[in-house]
């Protein structure tokens, strides 16, 4: 059975950390666990309702991303069982499938973002400007239309509740230094071009998205946090796109979409999730689970 997790609660442990989604407790030998609760957020905006079965859906696509991406670029995961680090008294059933023991590392004030097709804020950029990141693209492109190679399009990391901007590769290389923006921006664009490929033999383009990445006490670089989920990335079913629109999606793009038909200014309290739209939501999350890893979560 899924399980509905709007927020963790483990007072044995020392909660360093919650995010939009993911609630992070310090682990001895500097370990973290990391908890994917069924929080959604939207235009940087935490919603008031979850999505059930969310955390679990996003921890195990992920997991999946990582085993099959090693090849590229290391990432933090610990193979450490749950119930070695998992206090006594938390239920077990409700963590299994939502929490991971992963590396403690120092993460990069960046957003490291791959484009393949223009959509979103890079569809807006390029309307106002022609370029996208300060990366100068063809005229006459249309919404949705795919790039002529995917690009890096890195973004400020916002707290919550704050907006991230889009910022060029040198803001990022002033930021890290040339060498470490540099590796960031190769590993981000070789992880998007083999799983675009992957997802594309599954019949699911994946538009664009987002990775965090991370340095241990030695400097070596890691991918961290979460990988090619649908709260990071855009799927878009290939048997239902076309440019000129923004296509379907198995992302939170349904949500942002019901989102932007209300009466809202994208500031904290966002607007109560209907009832029909979180379980569509998740009927999205869930069939992109299954379609790209081959996964299918009990209801």
């Known amino acids: 059975m899924t399980t509905t997790l709007p927020q963790s609660n483990l007072p044995e442990l020392e ?5 939009k989604v993911r609630d992070v407790y310090a682990l001895p030998g500097e370990r973290l666990l990391m908890v994917a609760t069924d929080r959604l957020s ?31 670029m290391p990432n933090h995961l610990l193979d450490v069982p749950l119930a070695e680090v998992l206090p006594a008294s938390a239920d077990s059933a409700l963590y299994a499938r ?24 890079g569809w807006k950029d390029y309307q106002a400007s022609g370029a996208l990141c300060g990366i100068r693209l063809p005229a006459g492109l249309q919404q949705a239309q795919q790039l002529p190679e995917p690009i890096f399009t890195p973004s400020t990391k916002a707290a919550s509740g704050q907006h991230d901007e889009n910022v060029s590769f040198g803001q990022v290389a002033a930021e890290i230094g040339t060498e470490l923006a540099t ?3 190769d590993a981000t664009l ?9 997802a594309a033999e599954r019949g699911i383009i994946i538009a664009d998205t987002k990775f965090e990445f991370g340095t241990d006490a030695e400097g070596k670089l890691y991918v961290m946090d979460e990988m090619l989920t649908p709260d990071s990335s855009r ?28 009466d809202w200014n994208k500031t904290a309290p966002g607007p109560v999730i209907p009832d029909r739209i979180v379980a569509q939501t998740a009927a999205k999350y869930a069939e992109a689970l299954q379609r790209l890893a081959g996964i299918q979560l009990a209801a």
């Open 235 to 262: 799927f878009w079913p290939a048997e239902t796109y076309r440019t000129g629109i923004s296509p379907p999606s198995y992302d939170k793009q349904f949500v942002r979409d019901w989102l932007e038909t209300q």
């Open 183 to 185: 590796r960031v921006r």
């Open 42 to 72: 939207a235009f940087d905006v935490v919603l008031p309702n979850p999505i059930p079965g969310k955390g679990e859906m996003l921890t195990q696509i992920s997991n999946f991303w990582f085993a099959h991406t090693a090849h590229l």
């Open 98 to 121: 939502r929490s991971v023991v992963v590396r403690r590392l120092r993460p990069l004030p960046v957003e490291a973002i791959a484009r393949g097709y223009l959509i979103g804020s």
């Open 15 to 19: 909660l360093l950390h919650r995010g």
């Open 190 to 198: 070789a992880i998007y071009r083999w799983a675009a490929a992957y």
